[in-house]
């Protein structure tokens, strides 16, 4: 408690300990003129509670109360034991950073960024606020890599999380999901607001020069954007939105950034016009990778093809989107169909 044995006789209990919720909390009422506990207490390790020494220290602390009975089980008083863990409660707030984090650049991870969209996905959905969804991804970034070293990507990717945050607003929030890949969430933001900012970031990205050994890099940055509302609150809708926008930021050229606009792609809205002369201007293509090489030289090869559909001028389409908007079946089947010959015809020697 800060106080030494001759100074603590004869005190109330009130002036001795003086514990608080956090280090600048509101004030525990004395625990020990509290109404008794029927058994031994034991809060955990992480209820943040503080006590404040007479010299103006903090502590933080742990503590139990034990109620004492007579043999006929009347109350007789208590024991409070009260425990110095700074220590420990630094080691677990240590681990939960880590888990939340990323260890190089020190922005929220993956798990962090989950966590942070299912909230405003739910705020969108219960309240009908608005915000803003962004995939970042480093163009270039792995012939630095390659070529310069792990060490130099590393560096990097730790001074481009700086540069990308100087544009932001405290509420937002930018995280790292892994590689050269990030994502940015906007609170209470219109796609206008947002498209000023990322605007931004990518032409700061792309204006970057990294040193490394004397010599100078570039990379540069495309970036996808969409809009979460109370009509688009899904988080598999959004995550793809972003993803296609993200994507036709890059193949049309790079270093740009791609908003999400729905009502703008091809075979979405009102499709009764749709024919199969529609269907057959897509592009069909089929990137492929190995996800279970062989061990031996009779075993088999299993390969993942991932379907990407595009337009005459290149824009990606959201397959699922495309296919659950067709009027009819006869048309689906037509797809299907366009794709396995597509396959046949340009994939399956390859693989």
């Known amino acids: 408690s800060g106080w030494s044995q001759e100074q603590a006789a004869g005190q109330p209990l009130s002036e001795l300990l003086h514990i608080t919720q956090g280090r600048n909390g509101p004030e525990v009422e004395n625990l020990l003129l509290c109404q008794l506990p029927p058994e031994k207490i034991t809060p955990g390790l992480a209820e943040d509670l503080v006590l404040h020494t007479p010299d103006g220290g903090h502590i933080d602390i742990h503590y139990s109360i034990t109620p004492l009975r007579s043999e006929a089980g009347l109350e007789q008083g208590a024991v409070m034991v009260i425990q110095d863990v700074s220590e420990s409660r630094k080691l677990m707030k240590r681990l939960s950073y880590s888990a939340l984090h990323d260890t ?28 803003v969804l962004v995939f970042i991804d480093l163009d270039k970034f792995k012939a630095v890599n390659d070529s310069a070293g792990h ?78 509302s109370a009509e688009n609150c899904q988080s598999s809708d959004v995550l793809s939105q972003a993803d296609i926008a993200c994507y036709n930021a890059k193949r049309s050229g790079r270093g740009r950034l791609v908003v999400y606009e729905q009502h703008r792609l091809p075979l979405s809205g009102n499709h009764q016009g749709m024919d199969a002369a529609m269907i057959d201007a897509l592009q069909i293509e089929l990137p492929a990778w190995a996800v279970a090489p062989p061990k031996t030289p009779q075993a088999a090869f299993i390969w993942l093809l991932e379907v990407q559909l595009l337009t005459a001028d290149g824009m990606l389409l959201d397959e699922t989107l495309l296919r659950n908007n067709l009027p009819d079946e006869t048309l689906r089947r037509r797809l299907d169909n366009n794709i396995l010959e597509a396959f046949f015809r340009h994939d399956v020697q390859r693989l």
Not at 122 to 131: G, I, K, P, S, V
Not at 178 to 186: I, N, Q, R, S, W
């Open 151 to 228: 060490a130099a990507g590393d560096a990097l990717l730790r001074e481009l999380s700086d540069l990308m945050q100087h544009p932001l607003r405290s509420s937002d929030f930018l995280a790292r999901l892994g590689g050269d890949e990030f994502a940015l969430l906007m609170p209470d933001c219109d796609i206008g607001q947002a498209h000023d900012v990322v605007q931004r970031i990518v032409a700061a990205v792309n204006d970057y020069r990294f040193q490394w050994l004397g010599r100078l890099y570039q990379v540069g940055a495309s970036a996808g954007v969409t809009q979460i």
């Open 104 to 131: 190089l650049t020190r922005l929220p991870n993956r798990a962090s960024f989950e966590l942070q969209l299912k909230r405003l996905l739910f705020d969108a959905a219960e309240h009908q606020h608005q915000h």
